[in-house]
């Protein structure tokens, strides 16, 4: 028999472990648990390394705690006060180091705006913490034949949400384009966090030449500050400049402005 190697992944400790054990007792199910997300990055690298890979992974959406190496879903402020990250980035960093394990999302709610978070990084399915045991194997079972499930009563609401990501993104894309290539430069430099002296050092440019450049990208852009801007440009897929020593630059661009 072919047995499925689900982790459950939950920082409620009790949870998880009861959670695990009901999951046991189905005969074609293995269930293991870690109680917070580099335990469970942990699990899956020494799984992958004894070639025992787990298939599913059941993530805890209010999962609490920082993942090493894992860039966030989520905007920046639904990060909480005291800095931890929900379970969606740990759903969008397995997809990126494991992209062959599946992962569904346990919520103790339905929320529209969080599912479709999850489904574009990465996650296969949205489910209840409630729901019934027969429930939870059929979406098992069902992500592992590449289906999607989320609650009926979601559908619209997640379709909603990603139909108007869709938009903001592509009226980022059209706005990032209205950009001179060394207007992009600034801003991917912004991206990285960098202040004007900064990119002026980078750039080999005058801090009056940096503080004109990013006035033409906000103005560009439509936002008013560089936070706005940074946000806008994540949209529209732009990344952060390599931060790779200044002095790499090619000389020709000393004189550049």
């Known amino acids: 028999m072919v047995r499925i190697r689900v982790l459950v992944v939950d920082d409620h400790r009790i949870f998880a472990e009861s959670l695990a054990a009901a999951r046991a007792a189905e005969p074609d199910v293995d269930v ?9 990055l942990r699990s899956l690298e020494r799984a992958a390394t004894e070639g025992r890979r787990y298939d599913v992974l059941l993530v805890d959406a209010d999962l609490g705690g920082s993942v090493p190496g894992v860039r966030s879903a989520v905007p920046v402020q639904e990060v909480g006060e005291d800095g931890l ?21 346990l919520a103790e709610k339905d929320d529209p705006r ?4 999850a489904l574009q990084a990465g996650a296969s399915g949205w489910v209840a913490k409630d729901c019934s045991l027969s429930r939870l194997l059929t979406v098992i079972r069902g992500v592992l034949r590449d289906e999607t499930h ?8 997640v379709l909603r949400e990603l139909t108007a990501a869709r938009k903001h993104r592509t009226e980022s894309e059209r706005l990032v384009e209205s950009l001179t290539p060394r207007e992009r430069e600034v801003l991917r430099c912004m991206v990285a966090g960098l202040g004007r002296k900064a990119v002026a050092e980078r750039l080999f440019l005058s801090p009056h030449t940096v503080r004109t450049h990013m006035q033409n990208v906000l103005g560009k852009l439509g936002v008013h500050s560089t936070l706005a801007a940074v946000a806008l440009a994540r949209r529209a897929g732009v990344g952060p400049v390599d931060l ?4 790499r630059i090619r000389p020709q661009e000393t004189h550049t402005a």
């Open 32 to 40: 293991s648990a870690a109680g917070s997300g580099p335990a469970a």
């Open 85 to 105: 990250v929900d379970g969606i980035s740990l759903v969008a960093g397995v997809r990126s180091g494991q992209p062959q394990v599946r992962t569904v999302v």
């Open 114 to 117: 969080r599912a479709a978070l």
């Open 150 to 157: 989320l609650p009926p009563a979601l559908l619209t609401g």
């Open 244 to 247: 790779e020593p200044a002095g």
